[in-house]
């Protein structure tokens, strides 16, 4: 009660950015449990689909989730490439490949997470089109 429809997700960007950093700082202790909470943080992401059928009409939403759904894959995609690229520039030490592939996650995901919460301080992207319409309507 009290978070709105996007707090467990920033929250487990948050988490799981946390996590990464502990896996690129090659913190052993407690590894799996990392790698568990890293997994279960950034799997709440999928909860930003509810968001988004909440922030546009009806007749709109389908093609918003639809459009979220294509950039994921398309993010996918392009970080694993961008992972075997980074590793591919490390033959001879695949650890530090490794490190430096997420590394560079982590901070892409820090500039998104940062972003999110700069636009709210800036107000962008207060009111959802549905609050739009009907503040328009009045």
Known sequence: RGVGPMGLPVAGVAVGLVAMLLLVLQWTDGAIAIWLIWTVALG???L???????AF???????AVTALNMMGFA????????VG???????????????VAFGILMVVQAVGLGWYFLSGIMGIG???????????DV
């Open 44 to 46: 709440l992401n999928v």
């Open 48 to 54: 930003s689909f509810a968001a988004m059928t909440r």
């Open 57 to 63: 009409p009806v007749s709109l939403s389908g093609r």
């Open 75 to 82: 993010a996918t995609a392009v970080s694993q490439w961008a």
């Open 85 to 99: 690229f980074t590793l591919d520039l490390f033959p001879g030490d695949v650890p530090l490949g490794y490190q």
């Open 126 to 136: 207060n009111m959802t089109m549905v609050e739009k319409s009907e503040a328009a």
